[in-house]
């Protein structure tokens, strides 16, 4: 019995190798024809190409609705890439409302770094770009081919056509290509996987599709798409278009490598960020007896109650979320976390809501509106790097979704929760403190400038009006990006309005 077994399980890996021998060379074949169809051996002679083009970004981590639709920011770039090299310049200019963004962004394998002047530092913004580069359609097939995971997945429709997809792993991460069985050019490219740029991080491992169309001669039997639209686990991200290009062009290539200790620097960046931000809530302030204010991106409050703690807002990430439950735990030794307070959906906001998820039996207060966003976040995959959530197997964790008025808690520090009911506040809501006469405005009141004027004016008198809306007596407000304020300056900013 044991030799049939063995030779069972013997002709089944027999079968399996067969299987991924004839996927890997069906996808070989079906890559080599598309290769062909962009130009094939006439690709050989570039060395590097230079991108001109505009566009737009969708703020689709922090417009007003999740759903859409999102605020957008136009974006110009000049690309220059080094194809042999591997290694990218991209000159951004970006106009978001009234603030505007220049910089050069340098692309070296996994590396970023901002370069001004002769200057270059690490960041961490440039993930999302990155990808688009080392896995643009003139590089993609090439890297396909030599993959060693290499396989056909199967056929499909894609935009109502017939699609082959191709599977591979590109620096860790899987790659899906879709491949037009009419045209043999490439459709699309999604890639599965972490990200750093922004706050995309609060997702895990994320599915990023770009789509390629407008295809276009650039030289002589060079077939290229100058247009790319860009999908963020399922959310539309930006759209940009190539209206000016030059094939190998004269341009110096050597400004576009990353210096190695800048290289060295990049790589613990992520690690220091967290790092630095868990350090800031040694900085925590009491607001009054049993409420503390902690720093960060965002201020997050941590309440004592007689029967436990309250936090309101996570903020940020699920390592720095971990750092705030710490904080608190410090702050009110023996007492448990009962209950977190997240009153916006932005990404910024809801960042380490993972990290409170993990606490048994916690209730977690929203916007009502949030609900779907919430759990799309508390469900998300972290396989490359797992945090405390994705390690548990029986969640307790409850979500319970305000739509008017909900108090929490007894004793002095008992708490009543508002959410708004105004335009911009749509998906936010306010915390009121009746005891202390405090109210803490989510995000919807950010501080005025150094000649006295808001950046928008609507959000604060939001608050003003919900206040008197709701008939509630406050002398101090303070807010996500604002510390504690008379509500007097609200008065004479809006009274009568």
Known sequence: MK?????????????HCDAQNINNVAAKKLLKKSMTAMG??????????SFDGYGYANLIDQSERPEGPSIPVQVSRHILKNLSENTFAVRLKELNYDFGNEYTLLCNGQFNAIKTGDKVTPTLQGDLLNDELSLAPELVLTRALSSPDLRFVKDTVYQKAQHSI???????????LFLNQETD??????????????FSAIWGDVRKTVIYSFWMVLDKG?????????????????????????VNSSAATDSLKIPPAVIEQDR???KNTETQLATQLDKATQLVPGIWMLPGYCRSTVIEQPDGIVVIESSYSSAFGEATIEKAKKLFPGKKIK??????????????LRAFAAIPGIKIYHPVRNRAILDKLLKSSYITSPDKLAGIVKLTYSLNGVTDTLALGTGDNRLVMYAYKTETGDRQMMVYFPHHKIVYASDLYQHKDQQGKYWNPQIAWEVYHSIKTRKITVDKFYAMHSGVLPFSDLENDFKGE
Not at 339 to 352: E, K, P
């Open 339 to 352: 209950a977190l307070i997240s009153t916006s959906d932005a990404w910024l906001h809801i960042g380490g």
């Open 40 to 49: 094939g051996d006439a690709w050989k002679k570039v060395n590097t190409l």
């Open 185 to 198: 050019l490439l459709t699309a490219v999604e890639v599965t996987r972490p990200y750093n740029e922004g």
């Open 268 to 270: 613990a960046l992520a």
């Open 3 to 15: 030799f049939k077994a063995l030779s069972l399980l013997f002709i089944i890996v027999v079968l």
């Open 222 to 246: 060079l077939h290229y798409p100058l247009q790319q639209d860009t999908y963020f686990n399922g959310w539309y991200l930006s759209s940009f278009l190539i209206n000016k290009w030059q």
């Open 166 to 176: 191709l599977a591979f792993t590109y620096g860790r991460f899987p790659v899906r």
